[in-house]
């Protein structure tokens, strides 16, 4: 089996810095590796694998001779550097949006729709946060009853809009208990004590970017009807890792919550912590660090006919980034797609 000579671009960002720690905890196989930021970063030394590596700037010429590139350097960023990557042999696994909607771009979880890497011409781009964690969720059951309509709420954590939306956060916390005035620059409210109900930008129809990516990039990943009625409400929450979703999933067949908790019980990826009696359900806290994506609050919704309620909880520097790049890399190299 041949082995990758692998590039990881935005090495210093937080989903970069995820991306190392999960190679080393995958074991992930590579003839070589390079680390790769903006200017800014040129020669910070990163520790991988008890040795230290020194980052390198991002350009075109940075790509010759590699074969698998791990990108979360930004859209603006991936619509320069990566046809730059795929001109020169690499396939390039991005976090941004810049491609997840293009016809010839697969939209991939790993574990989901595996097959659909094949079909690449160069990029294979990773879901956003929120759609990611709900996949791994939403695959068995609607292969069992499959989905007639879904409407998502979230609760995003701060992380998911980079380093300095933490700092904001801890910052922003910081001032309140103390009395001090703070102004906030990367949230246009206050986020310390608050939620806000706006990610990213809004659109024509008054939803906002990150909503229309959940039900857009769904449909996609799922190969659902294009019209299946898919509504989101995103929210950014006070909270540093861990997005929490509510969803209400109707199907066009019976399912029962006792078999959607069975099918869960055995997917690929999910966790069911589910007995509200003992006060146990999962939190973003708990789901902080870890792989799984965890599901519990299954119950009948009454508000529909055939449909389930749950709550949803994950990771999402892990599944909705990080872990789901690096699962996808794996996937590339056993499918020898390289
Ligand atoms: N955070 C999440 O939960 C999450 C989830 C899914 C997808 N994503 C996506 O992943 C990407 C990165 O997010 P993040 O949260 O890790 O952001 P971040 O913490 O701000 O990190 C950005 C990274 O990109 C690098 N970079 C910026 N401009 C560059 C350029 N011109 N050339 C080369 N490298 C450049 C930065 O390098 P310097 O350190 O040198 O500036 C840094 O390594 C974004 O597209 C984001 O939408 C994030």
Redesign the pocket.
């Known amino acids: 089996m041949r082995k990758p000579k692998i590039a990881v ?9 995820h991306i190392l720690e999960i190679l080393e905890e995958n074991n992930v196989v590579y003839e070589d590796i390079k680390f ?7 020669g ?1 030394v990163l520790q991988f694998k008890g040795k230290n590596y020194k ?1 390198e ?2 350009v075109p010429d940075s790509f010759e001779g590699v074969n698998i590139v791990l ?8 619509l ?2 990566a046809p730059e990557a795929v001109k020169r042999g690499a396939v390039y696994i ?5 491609f997840r909607m293009e016809k010839d771009v697969p939209l991939v979880i790993a574990g989901v729709n595996d097959e659909d890497i094949r079909t690449h011409k160069g990029i294979i781009a ?4 929120s759609t ?1 964690q709900l996949m791994l969720v939403l695959k068995p059951l609607h292969d069992y009853a499959e989905i007639k309509r879904m409407v998502v709420s979230t609760y995003q ?1 701060v ?7 933490i700092n904001e956060l801890r910052d922003n916390t910081i001032a309140v208990n103390n009395k001090q005035a703070f102004k906030n620059t990367v949230f246009k409210k206050p986020i310390a004590y608050n939620c806000i109900p706006q990610i990213d930008v809004f659109c024509e129809n008054g939803y906002t970017k990150e909503e229309m990516k959940v039900t857009n990039e769904t449909r996609k990943i799922l190969h659902l009807k294009p019209d299946t009625p898919i509504s989101c409400t995103a929210v950014r929450v006070p909270v540093f890792v861990g ?1 929490s979703e509510a969803v209400s999933v109707e199907f066009e067949r019976n399912i029962t919550p006792e078999k959607a908790r069975e099918i869960l019980n055995n997917a690929w990826g999910v966790k069911v912590i589910d007995n509200p009696a003992d006060y146990e359900f999962p939190t973003a806290v708990m789901a902080a660090g870890t792989n799984p994506v965890y599901v519990g609050r299954i119950r009948k919704d009454i508000a529909f006919d055939n449909a389930i309620c749950f709550w949803c909880v994950a990771d ?2 892990r599944i ?2 990080a872990l789901n790049t690096v699962r996808i890399a794996e996937k590339v190299v056993e499918m020898q797609v390289f």
Not at 36 to 42: E, T
Not at 126 to 129: E, F, K, L, Q, T
Not at 160 to 165: E, K, N, S, T
């Open positions: 671009l935005g090495a210093t960002g937080v989903v970069g810095r790769l930021a903006s200017k800014k970063s040129a910070k980052v700037e991002a990108a979360s350097a930004g859209g603006s960023t991936s320069v550097l991005d976090n941004s949006s810049a990773n879901p956003n946060c990611s954590s992380s998911g809009a980079g380093l300095a939306a997005h999402n520097l909705g980034a």
